[in-house]
């Protein structure tokens, strides 16, 4: 009898389901999905988000930026091709609270894999889900806006809701040292507020030696002669990491070019006098359009981030505007060498329209 590749990865999908545990993935507002558990069976609460990129989810669950969100990725087939070793993540562990998906496979095919999701998940004390309808939870999301949200196994104690955005999560995925990264002719300092390490292999690639610095720290008190700022991405509310965006503010009143990616764009811009705010529903996707000032030219981006700028600070003027929404996507100062960007230029995974963007600031120096 022949039977189609469809439905015999459909028959061995379902079978795998029906050894699962089930879960619940509950909203804020009383809606409940059941699922499939295929991660930690642990209660866990967060902020639910939703992400469309096809690849590089091992990515995007150790960025940072994804610090205590519920993650649900749209693209239906997540785990095919595994989780690569510890140098192609972007940090340490796993920032994500749980994982929402819509088809879970458990044989992965790929020369670089090490292991399944599901066991790379459990190792870690990860909740997952297997939700079939992620395009009701896309919807709803984009609808009535990003919202609270928990997983909740049974018969265990629940967990409340939490607002992720009320923390420092900033404070969480810094480091906690002063670190010297890299070799070359040019120094820079480089605050990390929860960064990809894509973004310091983009440095180091280039020939300059970082200065990695705590969130919190004062470059200024540094000792050793450094050629330019960058300030990294990062989770949560920029409005919760005052004592960074005073520091950034002393470093305006220097002669040294600065660059920020993401969170960075948000802080330089709370220090130099501008404003933010919340997003409906946030930016996470590998196919952002983002139109450069004074051109017609669109770079397609990486994106991660729950805010955006709302107000331009004076002496700084609009970089690159979101295609799709208008929003914010960059600033950069009139007289000074000092810029930032809401999106990813490393693009890791995604597209690399934007490199040139570390050459630019580069330059400056």
């Known amino acids: 009898m022949r039977v189609s590749v469809a439905n015999f990865n459909l028959e061995i999908n379902t079978k795998y389901s029906m050894t699962m545990t089930k879960a619940k993935l509950i909203f804020e507002d009383g809606t409940e999905l059941s699922g499939n558990s295929f991660g930690a069976q642990k209660s866990v609460n967060g902020e639910i988000v939703f992400a469309t990129g096809m690849v590089g989810y091992p990515q995007s669950m150790t960025d940072p930026s994804y610090r205590k ?28 609270s749980a994982l929402i998906v819509s088809t879970y496979h458990d044989n992965p095919s790929h020369y670089a894999s090490r292991m399944s ?30 919202t609270l949200g928990k997983v909740l196994f049974e018969p265990q104690s629940t967990v409340d809701f939490e607002d992720p955005n009320d923390l420092n999560l900033v404070a969480e995925v810094s480091t906690k040292t002063v670190e010297v ?18 973004i310091i292999r983009n440095f180091v690639e280039r020939g300059v030696r970082i200065i990695r610095v705590p969130w919190d720290y004062d470059v200024t008190t540094l000792k050793e ?30 002669e040294l070019p600065i660059f920020g990616i993401c969170l960075g764009n948000q802080i330089l811009t709370l220090a130099a006098g501008g404003d933010t705010s919340k997003l409906k529903f946030g930016h996470r996707s590998q196919n952002q359009p983002c139109l450069l000032a004074g051109s017609k030219r669109c770079y397609i981006t990486t994106q991660n981030h729950g805010y955006a700028v709302t107000k331009i600070p004076s002496g700084f003027t609009q970089w690159f505007t979101n295609a799709n929404d208008g929003t914010n996507e960059g600033i950069i100062h ?32």
Request: aromatic share 8%.
């Open 181 to 198: 990264i890299g070799k070359g002719s040019k120094t820079i300092a480089f605050i990390d507020c929860g960064a990809k390490r894509q």
């Open 225 to 254: 002669k450094i050629d330019g700022v960058f300030i990294s991405n990062g989770p949560g509310n920029p409005k919760k990491i005052p004592q960074t965006i005073a520091n950034v503010k002393k470093l305006l009143k220097t």
């Open 69 to 96: 969100q519920i993650l649900t990725f749209t693209y239906p087939i997540i785990g095919s091709y595994g989780v690569p070793g510890q140098s192609e993540l972007e940090s340490d562990e796993i920032h994500i």
């Open 117 to 146: 999701l599901g066991k790379w998940l459990i190792e870690n004390d990860i909740p997952a889900l297997e939700i079939s309808d992620t395009r009701y939870i896309a919807k709803k999301l984009r609808s009535e806006g990003a």
């Open 334 to 365: 009139k007289t000074k060498p000092i810029m930032s960007v809401q999106f990813h230029p490393e693009s890791t995974p995604g597209p690399e329209d934007t490199t040139w963007l570390f050459d630019e600031f580069l330059s400056k120096i």
